[in-house]
């Protein structure tokens, strides 16, 4: 089901947020008209209904301070102003946090549970979970940027709901019994790993640690994260109430900082067995140079994408656009498998490329905790920055320029839905992953051109087809070099659905049963038989 909310929610305006009181307060200058972003300018941003409670790191069991005593400020993306100083970790609390899972994966009770005492710690987490829904979304959207009722109504429920799957499969892991060539008992093991490190990514703070989280403390292993540097709270904040369920202590260790000083560390070190990995494609091929030149552990990586959204001639055109719409602009843009390229068929191009405009002209932007508020702002300056470099590259490398492309009020890193079109596919707007609320639209009048131009490119992590035509949908679903494609729908994530990328979109695949695989291990147990009865 909340696969299922993402689609209807954010193809409409948010209505939920409307009841928080206000606070510190920032000017308007540009972007009020044409746009609805007017509806939800950020004149006076909401103070989010949250308190901040754990910025420390977390080391066998303990919050506590970084070795060296240094923070980092996070901060609000709505504003630029700081919302807390984070204990900031480096190679020293790295260690520290790897000695306390290795010693906790060789000695201490996590692993030797039964599967089922496992399975009963991750259901408690969940119920925990949802009993602090909106203090957990409100402290994500704070840290993020995302809607509120995108956090409060999809991810946080979401992010209980993997934990109850993963939960379940707990005591459900089992090898085989094989037959030999000869009087041998043959049995296969599903072992844990061991040390896990995980790195995650700051545009889905919570879901990426669910997908990495909930499944390697399933099999029994111990973990060592580094959140993202830009949005620290969440995995903090749970990792507390993950505790509170029962979680032993050095099951799992929680070291914020920065990618050189922690990040590096994580994916280099001789007492981690296994690394997983969410982010730029350009970082995780540095994961996995180090992981390959220390240790040799094996490595999982989710990384970016260049996705084709492919609008076939005999396609619904209003039902096309909003869902090209939302396979684009949804989480600001800032999301790995977006529908980046807009392939649109030369019979409907025209009428696709004036109603995406006016769409893209209707969406509200704005204070992501006000109701109404479709898009928030981009993560930090530095994206911010990036994408309207990658807007000026389009203006000068000759696409058409149909909305958008500015800032969108004068505090803040808030960007005006912004549609290209006459992209050419050799453009640096149509081969880059520019993560952000930039839609491009190009023309194709053939289904075979159309398959080659959208397996053009480096990536190969989702795509979307749109089409009434049953032969069309599985001529390009077999044909498109990606790990998922999306038919008449986008975006739906679920627990059951792997993902994972084809080419340099990344290696493995991570949710359902295949994300079990990551964090287990197969032995081979051989018996000599004296005297079977059978073989």
């Avoid at 989480?331 to 025209?350: I, L, W």
């Avoid at 006459?422 to 051109?449: R, S, T, W």
């Avoid at 480096?458 to 009434?468: H, I, K, M, S």
Wanted: neutral net charge.
């Amino acid at each position: 089901m909340a696969a299922r909310r993402v689609s209807s929610l954010l193809s409409r305006s948010f209505t939920s947020a409307s009841s928080f009181s206000k606070g510190r307060s920032s000017s308007v200058s540009r972007g009020i008209g044409k746009y609805s972003t007017a509806a939800a300018a950020v004149e006076d941003p909401i103070t989010p209904p949250v308190i901040v409670g754990h910025t420390k790191l977390l080391i066998n069991g303990q919050f506590v301070d970084a070795a060296s005593g240094k923070t980092f400020p996070t901060l609000d993306p709505r504003t630029g102003d700081v919302i807390a100083h984070v204990a900031e970790g480096d190679a020293e609390d790295v260690n520290r946090a790897v000695a306390a899972a290795r010693k906790a994966f060789d000695e201490g009770p996590w692993p030797k549970m039964t599967a089922y005492e496992r399975s009963r710690v991750l259901f408690r987490f969940a119920d925990l979970i949802e009993k602090q829904n909106d203090e957990l979304a409100a402290l994500e959207t704070w840290d993020n940027g995302k809607p509120f009722e995108q956090s409060a109504k999809i991810e946080v429920p979401m992010f209980a709901r993997f934990f109850r799957y993963y939960a379940g499969y707990a005591d459900k892991i089992h090898g085989l019994t094989v037959p030999a060539d000869g009087p041998y008992h043959v049995q296969t093991l599903h072992e844990p790993i061991g040390v896990a490190g995980q790195i995650i990514p700051w545009n889905f703070p919570l879901l990426m640690f669910a997908w990495k989280v909930a499944p390697a403390l399933a099999c029994g292993n111990t973990i060592v994260l580094k959140t993202a540097e830009q949005t620290p709270l969440s995995a903090l904040y749970v990792a507390h109430l993950l505790h509170e369920a029962g979680l032993p202590p050095g099951a799992l260790n929680i070291v914020s900082g920065f990618g050189p000083t922690v990040g590096a560390p994580i994916a280099s070190h001789m007492d981690i067995d296994k690394v997983a990995f969410t982010g730029s494609t350009a970082t995780g091929k540095i994961v996995l140079e180090l992981a390959a030149k220390s240790n040799l552990k094996t490595v999982t990586l989710e990384l970016g994408g260049k996705s084709p959204f492919i609008v076939c001639e005999d396609a619904d055109v209003d039902k096309a656009v909003e869902m090209a719409h939302l396979a684009l602009f949804f989480n600001q843009g800032q999301c790995c498998c977006a529908g980046s390229r807009t392939f649109v068929h030369e019979r409907v191009y025209d009428e696709f490329v004036e109603k995406a405009k006016a769409r893209a002209e209707k969406r509200v932007v704005g204070d992501p905790f006000k109701g109404g508020t479709e898009q928030g702002p981009q993560i930090d300056s530095d994206q911010f920055e990036k994408i309207l470099k990658y807007i000026d590259y389009g203006i000068k490398g000759g696409a058409t320029l149909e909305t958008g492309g500015e800032q969108f009020g004068s505090k803040g890193y808030y960007i005006k839905p912004t549609v290209f079109s006459n992209v050419k596919d050799d453009m640096q707007i149509a081969k880059d992953e520019i993560f952000g609320p930039v839609q491009m639209v190009l023309k194709y009048k053939e289904l075979d051109e159309v398959i080659k131009r959208a397996n053009n490119t480096r990536y190969g992590l989702a795509a979307g087809v749109f089409t009434q035509n049953i032969d069309t949908a599985n001529t390009l679903t077999r044909a498109l070099r990606v790990g998922t494609v999306w038919i008449n729908c986008f975006d739906v994530f679920d627990a059951t659905i792997p993902i994972g990328g084809y080419k340099m979109s990344g290696i493995g695949r991570e949710k359902g049963i295949y994300g079990l695989q990551n964090y287990l291990q197969v032995k081979a147990v051989v018996t000599p038989l004296k005297n079977p009865a059978w073989l």
